[in-house]
């Protein structure tokens, strides 16, 4: 029997029609990234202290440099967050040395007063979304609360758009994202206060990912069985490249506003691909749309300068209740293996989000050069991708999944037992945290697409990933919070659920070189011995010019299975 796989072959499995896909969706997964962790360089906090009423003028009148005016007019403990209860006008009298110098013991006699005034940041600090809506001291919160918005827009987001990929297309909903986060993007570099950012932060995150996710299973589609492993891989990797470039072009432009503008308006190009892009063929036929998919199966192999054994215009599909059916969520849960399929995808998304996002939170808090360690960052992930490659075809999915989750658990908790002298220590094996979280990342969108039935495949993915932003939201809390009590309590908590996660992982059926399931069925019966598989089928007619009189006998038909 033919399958789709099999036509896909001949068609070109990875052909330059195929290519030029996956180069423009590779762009697309680079410029996702902007947006994904693009608030560690819109929400830059420089230095800053309390104003206090008088002080600028007293610094005008003096002639202080601005540290002058820091080390006079402020607590010298704590003085990002609170000031002298004086008013500086009169206090000085002429005291331009020493303002204070009529309270010997200025420190421990003065009362201290809240940031009521506002703040003074260093100079030569750029603008940025803490200096422009003060969210330092007691306001600090909201910069986790606008990244945990844009994550809570990709929970909501990527159900509904993950839904409408499946119901009306790949293609569709990958569009309609596009405008949306685009406009949306624009908004944001406008906004006139910390709520309109916070509203059009949502709106971003509403329609981005969502349709990210849809190109991701389109291409997932359209290659073939033996180079799905490697494009998959490879389009998540183009995700670091992309923290790398935004790293640099943070620096070349620091100001929030066009950095926000300058990551944003390239996304209105990719309107062109309105006419670059297909529709999934596979997809199509699932919905029992045979003209639209053979003519993309065809033009797919004038591309490829490939031509097909046999007639496919005359495809058919078998009836199925499969099929047509519009996916749902009892479809993740109404049978045991796909239910746990589902809860274990569930729970490495959100680990996944957690432990990767806090070990990159983590290295703003420890200080240093922030454009180099964010750049540093996304070299790490590299050789994740490199080592995925490798070895995915060799020892399958499954290990290389539960060994990055595993070794990144360890590695968070050796960390905690490391002295704080040894820095360069607990850098280097916090790194290594990193790349094991960072494969785990990889493997977990790749194994999601290929544990699914046709109709039910994106929507699962969306579902299940949705605890991925689940976790984005939670990150920032675990790591500040928890941070306040104890500098490595994070650690402690992404070690003990990593093991967990990789442990897990090991329950799950073993998906290399199996063509991906296009039914429950199908679904249900992976892992099992191929014998016990039921085959399913579309019908392939082929043409005949004249019916025998003598002998009449049917049309000769060969099953294809996609």
Known sequence: MTTFDDLLEEAGAFGPFQKTIFLLLCICSAMFSYLYVGIVFLAITPEHWCRSPGASELRASCGWSQEQERNYTVPPADSSCSRYDVQWEWTAAGRCDSPLSFLPNASTVLPLASCSDGWVFEEGSHPSIVTEFGLVCANAWKVDLAQACLNLGFVIGTIFLGYAADMYGRKLSFMISNVATSVAGVAVAFAPNYIWFIIFRTLQGLFSKGGWLGAYVLLSEVVGLEHRRTVGIITQMCFSFGMMLLSVIAYLVPSWRNL????????????????????????????????????????????????????????????????????????????????????????????????????????????????????????????????????????????????????????????????????WLKTIITSLGKLGITIAFLMVCFVNTELYPTFLRNFAVSICSAMCDVGGIVAPFIVYRLAALWTDLPLLVFGVIALTAGGLVLCLPETKGIRLPESIEDAENMGRKPEAVPARSYEMVAPYSSVETSNEKEPASEKIII
């Not at 919905?287 to 199966?297: C, F, G, N, P, T």
């Not at 589902?342 to 808090?365: E, H, K, P």
């Not at 050069?369 to 499954?398: C, D, H, K, Q, T």
């Open 260 to 423: 926000q503008l300058v990551t944003t308006v390239p996304n209105f190009v990719f309107l062109v691909y309105y006419w670059l892009l297909p529709e999934s063929p596979r997809w199509l036929l699932s919905r029992k749309r045979r003209e639209e998919a053979v003519s993309i199966l065809q033009k797919i192999a004038k591309k490829n300068n490939k031509s097909f054994s046999t007639n496919i215009e005359a495809v058919q599909i078998d009836n199925s209740e499969d099929e047509l059916r519009s996916p749902s969520i009892t479809d993740l849960v109404r049978t045991p293996q796909i239910r746990k399929h589902t809860l274990i995808l569930m729970y490495n998304w959100f680990v996944s989000a957690i432990v990767y996002l806090g070990l990159v939170l983590r290295l703003g808090i420890m200080g240093g050069n922030i454009y180099l360690n964010f750049f540093i960052s996304g070299v790490i992930e590299i050789p994740a991708a490199v080592l995925v490659l490798l070895v995915i075809e060799r020892v399958g999915r499954r290990w290389p999944f539960a060994a990055g989750n595993l070794l990144a658990g360890v590695t968070c908790l050796v960390t905690v037992l490391i002295p704080d002298d040894f820095f």
